[in-house]
T-cell receptor
Framework: GNSVTQMEGPVTLSEEAFLTINCTYT??????LFWYVQYPGEGLQLLLK?????DKGSNKGFEATYRKETTSFHLEKGSVQVSDSAVYFC????????????FGRGTSLIVHP | NAGVTQTPKFQVLKTGQSMTLQCAQD?????MYWYRQDPGMGLRLIYY???????DKGEVPNGYNVSRLNKREFSLRLESAAPSQTSVYFC?????????????FGPGTRLTVL
């Protein structure tokens, strides 16, 4: 079956530090990959996505590149802000068969001033 | 455009009580989902509906029932609440069955069962 593995948190950084949150996946087919963000007390919202190998998704200074050879979709940001403090979820969806998304367990990010 | 709305936002129940969580979307999406979120467990799918008139079990359906009332609304019912159902419940929707589809989430219902 499909699975998504994220690095465990919390990840604690100082403002303006570089962020990487690792995400690797296992899929039987050719999935699309997503990063969702959940701010405190809210639902998840899409941060970025990539639908084919070598695509780079980007939004709000965050980036992730679809690496088929390493089955990875690591999230990066060059300079984090306190307002980036949230839980980040990596997810995949496949074509054919079950279209149900598979989510990772989430990685909490805490950014200190 | 309200997106996905959920009611209530908070609820406290006693063991054995019943309740229905309501969800509605105004984006004309075909698919709707119910998840629960527990610390350290991520999101777990309870039920989903691929289209109006169809529902299917997800990963953790025991103790829950759902109704896809029409294309807009998808409700989740707890017939006899148990403390293990204390959780945050999220409804989500997406346009159609497709690998590139984004899910849109509601703000959640925080349920405590005493």
């Amino acid at each position: 079956g499909n699975s998504v593995t994220q690095m465990e948190g919390p990840v604690t950084l100082s403002e303006e530090a570089f962020l990487t949150i690792n995400c690797t996946y296992t899929a039987t087919g050719y999935p699309s990959l997503f990063w969702y963000v959940q701010y405190p007390g809210e639902g998840l919202q899409l941060l970025l996505k990539a639908t084919k190998a070598d695509d780079k998704g980007s939004n709000k200074g965050f980036e992730a590149t679809y690496r088929k050879e390493t089955t990875s979709f690591h999230l990066e940001k060059g300079s984090v802000q306190v307002s980036d403090s949230a839980v980040y979820f990596c997810a995949l969806r496949e074509a054919g068969g079950s279209y149900i998304p598979t989510f990772g367990r989430g990685t909490s990010l805490i950014v200190h001033p | 455009n309200a997106g996905v709305t959920q009611t209530p936002k908070f609820q406290v129940l006693k063991t054995g009580q019943s309740m229905t969580l309501q969800c509605a979307q105004d984006m004309n999406h075909n698919s709707m989902y119910w998840y629960r979120q527990d610390p350290g467990m991520g999101l777990r799918l309870i039920y989903y509906s691929a289209s109006e008139g169809t529902t299917d079990k997800g990963e953790v359906p025991n103790g829950y029932n759902v109704s896809r009332l029409n294309k807009r609304e998808f409700s989740l019912r707890l017939e006899s609440a148990a403390p293990s159902q204390t959780s945050v419940y999220f409804c989500a929707s997406s346009q159609e069955r497709g690998r590139g589809d984004t899910q849109y989430f509601g703000p959640g219902t925080r349920l405590t069962v005493l």
